[in-house]
């Protein structure tokens, strides 16, 4: 998350969504930061509510109008994806790793999307929703400009010209290839589960 008091902006970091190429694009112009921890880097819009805006408004006098609210949103099996790809990674499979239970590298994505789906996901398809991480207190959504991951550049572009200057992204953190196949019941299981998403998402594409 970043917050800018000069510029009146918010940036939240949605997990998966290019997220530390675009701290590292905006970090300079930051007044408030939180990075790092996963907790603290993607801070959801309901904690920003909560806790976040009244310190402001309590600190230097500026309330959730005063802000625009950016944030960027995934296809979402392609973002569940890019979830499951990034946990296949090598450092993961040693038992003594701190993150090993997140280790997807024995599971397929069938397997992976299938746990997700769970009541109570095994910690390796713990990874929460796009959905939820834009709600705001009222089930709506919270940010006021939404952009689909595969526009990015309609983001930076705006973000440019609010901060006057050109923004530039170096992609980091980039997951490791692998399959992403599906068998046909648990594509439709999860396109049911995650028609919440859906509908975020297309929406932004009728923009």
């Known amino acids: 998350m970043i917050v800018s008091i000069e510029h009146r902006f918010i940036f939240l970091s949605m997990p998966k969504c290019a997220s530390s190429a675009l701290y590292r694009a905006l970090r300079d112009e930051a007044q408030v930061t939180a990075y790092g921890r996963p907790p603290l880097k993607h801070t959801p819009y309901d904690a920003l509510e909560r806790f976040i805006l009244p310190y402001l408004e309590e ?43 997140h280790y997807t590298g024995e599971v397929s ?46 983001m930076v572009r705006d973000l440019s010209d609010l901060l006057g200057r050109r923004l530039r992204l170096k992609r980091r953190k980039v997951s490791p290839k692998g399959r992403l196949e599906l068998d046909e019941p648990t ?18 594409g009728r923009d």
């Not at 944030?71 to 003594?96: I, M």
């Not at 594509?187 to 932004?204: G, H, Q, S, V």
């Open 59 to 101: 600190r230097v006098g500026l309330g959730r109008d005063d802000f625009r609210v950016f944030c960027v949103f995934r296809e979402p099996v392609e973002w569940l994806g890019s979830w499951y790809r990034y946990r296949t990674r090598r450092a993961l499979a040693d038992p003594r790793h701190p993150s090993h239970a």
């Open 109 to 154: 994505f069938d397997e992976f999307a299938r746990a997700w789906m769970c009541d109570v996901p095994p910690p390796y398809a713990d990874v929460g929703s796009q959905a939820a991480f834009v709600a705001d207190g009222g089930g709506g959504i919270g940010p006021d400009r939404l952009f689909r991951y595969d526009d990015l550049d309609g």
């Open 187 to 204: 594509r439709r299981a999860l396109r049911e589960r995650l028609a919440p998403d859906y509908e975020i998402y297309e929406a932004l």
